[in-house]
């Protein structure tokens, strides 16, 4: 026994190194010499030259003029050899790169008075300065050439318009083209993902994050290449930007020394949240952890993203990662602690959420970041809890309030904000159930119709599974309207199409119901994946996925392919299999009227007739292929036994010299007497049908 575990340590130790060999070359060590770097200090010329004496007047009005762009650290005021006076510019370091950059931009220039314009530069602008050859050398290395990038887009061209999905298993993620009609599905590449994570998409598509020991992996392009390296150790969670220019990291190993290091005067950056530039690869930020991910809320530009510290608002500027410039690089206070907020997903809107303190009633407020404008306030009582819901194209605004009625009665009402319309009306909407769950109905990819409804799952008690409704509601209109309601549903969750109409009411216990809500029609209903754990849509709302994941499920690993009427086109049983994610497809470049064309009954018609004729011929040459591939295993099939006989004929004599078969004369004998017997035994049966008696019987009414 302790030789096997010995040997067990010694396998499992050197799969370890193994392992860790392979992280290294992926991520290679940073040494100290490479990591120390200035770019957190800024070098200032033209300030005033002063005897010794008068450094610290001077020391204290530069500290206010830099101090409003960071936290300045430390000012260092060179002097000649002699010492009678300074040299006429300063170091200045500050806490993070990101403020010593914006010093830089906007006080290069400054007027101090007539004779004092700063001029601003980074320290590490010299250092590249310094380290310039003499002599210009045109021998580039490998690296330095220009090299032309691949298209990251060009999935998007598949001429049969079928989307991707990545599957997660093992310690890999398999991206696969999804089938195209009577097709089944392509194999494209199986890229290695160690830690037990999931991949994730970048919200457009473009990337694939794969996750390591040592940080984090985007990969894209056609040939599926490693776009980026994100050097991030202990890594777990990252979330994009909107636009896919940032990245930010989450690594809980850093909390700690990030909290050691909070009170240091010389402290680095924090580590535990790192924010990169997508592009660049760069670390751009450090954040300490606040015990929530994603930390960060974004501006749909990607020009602001913020967080809740202290009841205060944060919001930041990029690229520079410094506070807002228009709010003196101060986070944003309101009257009072700031509990939830949320961006508009379209505009520069920021809705923020303050709860009742005392007699003063609970608020929702709505800003315009740079500004600061409070374009929009509602005022709410007796608040138990408050939920932000946009809707995707920035056109509404919900926002969900739970009332205690009683002791045990909980009532949902909402205020409606028309986000487009003059003045930004507000609606009140009152239930007397308990609202289970609410869901906006998306704009729609094709003609921009849809959109203005949403659909709530309610009860009159929140633990009444038998009694539960869905109920759909429609904008459209001076005041919101039901159109209609089903009642006795057993439904915990909703999940509207992408292009909208259509919804799935999908219950804890694996039954969904795929409804039509344009034409109020039940599609499918009771259809059943037992055990499903995850349900996802696809980007264009064609197919929905159900699928039970190994991270969450012991048995019954694997997914199902449905299209959008709830018809099953794949059942696939994988063990281990813990993760199904679509690829996202990046907003339509057509233009509306474009779009609007798309929704026209007889263009529509026309390109209905011309695929369908497409489809056609696709499932003629798979049926013709898939013949083709029977009658070649028939064939070898054949050949295979043929090929068997001869050997098992050829072997006969040496079967019979070792006894395993028996002599010739012997096994005709054998073979005779078994026709024998067998003609002795044959039973011959004869069925003959005969009709014995007849009756017939009258019965008077």
């Avoid at 054998?670 to 004869?686: C, F, P, S």
Wanted: proline share 5%; net charge negative; with cysteine.
């Amino acid at each position: 026994v302790h030789m096997l575990s010995n040997a067990h340590h010694s396998e499992s130790s050197h799969s370890g190194r193994a392992e860790l060999e392979e992280e290294e070359e992926l991520f290679p060590p940073i040494h100290r010499e490479t990591y120390i770097n200035y770019s957190n200090v800024v070098i200032v010329d033209n300030i005033p030259v002063i005897p010794k004496e008068k450094e610290e007047k001077l020391v204290g009005v530069l500290k206010r003029i830099f101090g409003q762009f960071g936290t300045v650290l430390n000012i260092f005021i060179p002097y000649t050899k002699d010492g009678s006076e300074s040299c006429g510019f300063a170091f200045f370091e500050f806490a993070y790169p990101s403020e010593a950059r914006s010093a830089v931009e906007k006080l290069n220039n400054y007027k101090l008075d007539k004779s004092h314009v700063f001029k601003t530069n980074l320290f590490e602008d010299f250092e590249a300065l310094d380290k310039l050859p003499e002599e210009y050398n045109s021998n580039m290395t490998e690296d330095q050439v220009y090299q032309q990038q691949e298209d990251l887009y060009e999935w998007l061209k598949e001429p049969y318009g079928c989307d991707q999905y990545a599957l997660r298993y093992a310690e890999a993620a398999e991206i696969l083209w999804n089938g195209q009609t009577g097709r089944p599905p392509r194999h494209i590449i199986t890229i290695p993902s160690l830690h037990n994570n999931p991949v994730q998409w970048s919200p457009k598509g473009t990337y694939l994050v794969a996750f390591h020991h040592l940080g984090v992996i985007l990969w894209g392009g056609p040939s599926w290449k490693k776009i980026r390296k994100m050097p991030h150790s202990g890594v777990q969670e990252v979330h994009f930007s909107p636009n896919e220019n940032y990245l930010v990291t989450f690594s809980p190993q850093y909390i700690d020394s990030d909290k050691l290091n909070k009170d240091k005067t010389d402290k680095g950056e924090p580590q535990a949240i790192l924010i990169w530039d997508v592009k660049s690869g760069q670390s751009l930020r450090g954040f300490t952890y606040a015990g929530v991910f994603p930390a960060f809320q974004w501006s749909a530009d990607d020009k602001y993203f913020s967080r809740i510290s202290k009841g205060l608002i944060s919001v930041y500027e990029t690229p520079k990662m410094v506070l807002l410039e228009s709010n003196k690089h101060a986070s944003i206070k309101l009257d009072a602690m700031v509990k939830d907020h949320a961006w508009s997903p379209t505009d520069p809107i920021l809705c923020a959420y303050i709860p009742e303190v005392g007699n003063n009633p609970a608020r929702v407020i709505l800003m315009e970041i740079p500004s600061l404008k409070i374009i929009g306030e509602k005022a709410l009582f007796s608040v138990f809890s408050c939920v932000i819901l946009w809707q995707d194209k920035g056109e509404y605004l919900a926002v969900s309030v739970d009332r205690a009625k009683s002791k045990k009665k909980i009532f949902t009402s909402f205020e409606f904000f028309r986000m487009k319309e003059k003045d930004i009306p507000v609606e009140d909407m009152k239930l007397e159930d308990t609202v289970l769950a609410f869901a906006w109905e998306p704009k729609g990819v094709v003609g921009g119709g849809g959109g203005h409804r949403f659909a709530t799952i309610h009860s009159p008690e929140k633990s009444d599974n038998k009694t539960r409704s869905v109920s759909f509601y429609t904008m459209i209109g001076s005041n919101v309207k039901k159109l209609h309601t089903l009642t006795n549903r057993t439904v915990n969750h909703l999940l509207w199409s992408p292009r909208g109409r259509f919804i799935v009411l999908f219950s804890n216990n694996g039954t969904f119901e795929f409804y039509d809500v344009e034409n109020q029609q039940t599609m499918a209903k009771d259809k059943q994946h037992s055990m499903a754990t995850n349900v996802t849509w696809d980007p264009t709302g064609r197919y929905l996925t159900t699928y039970v994941s190994a991270w969450k499920s012991k048995t019954e690993h694997g997914y199902k392919i449905w299209s959008f009427r709830g018809i099953e086109l794949q059942n696939v049983y994988k063990e281990g299999f813990a993760q199904f994610v679509w690829r996202p497809r990046p907003p339509t470049l057509l233009k509306p009227q474009e779009l609007q064309q798309l929704d026209d009954p007889t263009f529509f018609k026309t390109f209905s007739v011309k695929y369908k004729k497409e489809d056609k011929l696709r499932m003629d040459e798979t049926k013709v292929l898939m013949l083709k591939e029977r009658e070649k295993m028939r064939n070898q099939w054949r050949q295979y036994i043929t090929k068997k006989k001869e050997e098992y004929e050829n072997d006969k004599q040496w079967r019979i010299s070792m006894g395993i078969d028996p002599p010739e004369e012997e096994e005709k004998h054998k073979k005779k007497k078994k026709n024998v017997d067998e003609e002795e035994e044959y039973l011959v049966e004869e069925l003959v049908e005969e009709t014995i008696e007849v009756t017939e019987e009258i019965v008077n009414d």
